[in-house]
C-alpha cells in the first residue's frame, strides 16, 4: 500500500518511517503526530518491532501505530505486544484473526509496553498471596 | 511425576506451551488446505523446529540446558518410534533431531512433547534459540553455581519475544557456572559465564560476537560483571542493538559477529550500554523472589556422601581392560564424594555420531532410574551423560551401558568425533560427515590405543556452516565439493577450552575421501613422534607448529 509521506490526514499530522530511522532522534518531529506508519518491507525484517517498542516505551508516543507493508496474520501477536493498534494488511482472513489474535495466548513472558501482566508477575502475585 | 532435579513447567508455562501447538496445528491446517504459500509458511514452521531436509521434514526439539528426565527421554523415544524410524540424533546444541518426520504429523508429534513439558520453539529460524549450558551443570566439582537457572531465566524470557522473532539472523546463547567452560560460551552469539568478583559476588562476564560457520569468530567481551538480576535487562538491550544494526542485506553477513566485527567491539559496547541504561531498573529486572522460585527447582538430589574406594570396583578394573579404562575417560568426578559423573557414549566403533535408537534412550531411561536419580544430560559433544551415580553403582551402570552398546571407553579421544548429518541429510552439504566420521572410528577402534593417544578431538561438518564445529576441533574435517567430487579440508590447532578457545589453521589442500584416514593417522604418527611427557596432541601441535604434519601428510615435495 502507498502512503504518502507526512501529509496530514483527517485526525492530524502522520509520519511515515523507514524501518531502517532511529525513531529516538525524531524530537520535535513526534509533536502533534497522530499516526505513525512502520514498514516491513518483508515480512521477515523485524525492525519494525524495536521502533515501535521505543516508540511506545521509550518516547511516549500514543497515537495510532500502523504496521504496513508485509503484514500477515501470524504476526499479528507479536505486532500487539510491540504496541501496535492498526494494520494495512490485504491478506484474506486477517480481520478474523485479529479479533481471535489477543487471546490467541493467554500468557506472556516479557514485559512490554502493551499493560499484559506477565507470567513472572503473576507467579508474584500468587506466591505473596499465598504467603499473606 | 517423578521427583526431579530441574525446572518443571508450571500451569502457565503449560498454557503457553499447548497454546503454541494449538496455534502450529492451524497453520499446518492452513498450509496443507493452500492459504499459506510456502514462503509464508517457512518462518512458520523453522520456528516451531520443522526444517525441510534432503528427503523428507526434520524436528529438532529443544531439550532446554540438555536436561533430560527419563520419563521425557523415553516420551522421546516413543515420539521417535511412532512419527518417524524409531532413532535419533542429538546435536552439538544440545538438541535431539528426528529426521523423518511428515509434515501432516508434526502437531502431534509437538503435542507429545508438551504432554512431558517440552517442545520444538525457536530451535530453527532467526530467532534466540535454546540457551545451552555446561552438560555437568549441577555435578561439577568446580562450579561456582548452576548456570541452568539462568538459562531457564533466558528460556522464559525468550519465547515467543514479541520484538526478536525476525532478527537479522539465528542467535544462540551459552552459559557456563564453571572457569572451566564446557559450554564453548566465546563461540556463542552471546556467551554468559558466572564468575565471582573480589568482594564476593557472583555475576555474569558478558562475551558476544562469538561464532562458527562461515566465518568464525571468537566473542568479544563487552561486561565483564553484570549483576545477576540485570541478565534481562542486558540481554535485551543487546538483542535490540542486533535487531536495528545487524545486517539484513547478505544472508552470510547478517550474525551479530559481524556486526561486532564490522564496528568493532567498543562500539558495540557503547551502543549495548546506552541502551541498557535506559533498560536498567525497569519491568526486566528480576526480583529475588522470581529467581530464587526457580533456582529452587534446581536444588540437586540429596546425595551422601560414600565410599569413594570401593573393593568391587577395584577387582573389576583389574579384571576388565576396558572397564578400567572406561574410568578413566568416560567417568569424572562429582562435588559429592563417593559420586561420579558418567558419560554414555553415542560413539561405539563405527556409528554415526550421536545417534540412538528408540530402544537404546529407554534403555539409558532406565538406567538413570536405577542409578542416576532420574537424570539424564546431552552433551554438546553428542553424548548422553548420567550426572549422579555412585562410585559403588559403576560396575553395574557400565554393564548396563555395555549392552546399549554406550561403554566405549573413548570420551575426549579419538574417535568420540562430533559430525554434522552432512549429505546424508542435509541440503546444504558439499560433503558426507557421518561416512568419515565412521571409518575414523572403525580404523581407530581399538581402546588401548586411542587411551595412548590421548585427548583429541576430531569435528567434522559437512559444508562452511560448520554445524559439525569443525573450526575448534583439534583435527577439523571440512567437506567441500570439487567440479562434484566431495573432498576434505584439514586443520589443526582448534580449541574450545576456556581461556584459549582457538581456531584452527587449515593444513594444505584439500584431500579425497579415501584418504582421510591416512591423513589423520599421519597426523597422529607426527604427534607420537614428537610428543613430549603430558603434551596432548594439541599442545604438541602448538609447540612445533604445522610444518612436521603437513610434511608427513602431503610428502616432502
Ligand atoms: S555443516 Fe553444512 S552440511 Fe553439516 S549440517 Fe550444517 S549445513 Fe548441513
Redesign the interface.
Known sequence: MEIPSEQPIDQGPMLVLDNAEDVTRLGDRLAGVKLIVLNFPKFTDGRAYSQARLLRERMGYTGELRAAGQVYIDQIPFMLRCGFDSFASAQKGFAEALAKARTLFSVVYQPTGDGRTTVNQLRLQHRRSAAA | MPDTHFYRY?D??R??VG??VA?FRD?VRRRLAG?LTEE?FK??RLTNGLYLQLHAYMLRIAIPYGTLSSRQLRQLAAIARKYDRGYGHFTTRQNLQLHWIRLEDAPDAIAMLAEVDMHSIQTSG?CVRNTTADHFAGAAIDEIEDPRVWCEIVR??S?????????PRKFKIAITGSPNDRAAVRVHDIGLRLWKNACDEVGFEVIVGGGLGRTPMIGKTIREFLPKDELLAYLEATL?VY??YGR?DNLFKARIKILVHEIGAERMREEVEAEYA?MRD???KL?P??VE?IARQFAPPVLRPRRTRVPEVEAMKLENRAFALWLKSNVAPHRVPGHAIVTASLKPAGAPPGDASSAQMEGVADIADAWSHGEIRVSHEQNLVLPHVAIESLPEVYRALEKLGFAEANVGKITDIIACPGLDYCALANARSIPVAQRISNHFAELARQHDIGDLKIKISGCINACGHHHVGHIGILGVDKNGVELYQLSLGGDVDFGKTALGTILGPAVESDKVVEAVEAMVATYLGARRPGERFVDTYRRIGAQPFKERVYGNS
Open positions: 508450571d502457565y508455562d498454557a503457553l497454546e503454541r496455534q497453520q492459504e509464508q518462518p512458520l532467526n522464559q524470557w519465547t515467543l519475544h514479541p520484538e526478536f522473532s525476525f532478527l535490540r535487531n536495528r539484513r535506559a525497569s519491568a526486566l526480583s523472589e522470581t522460585a
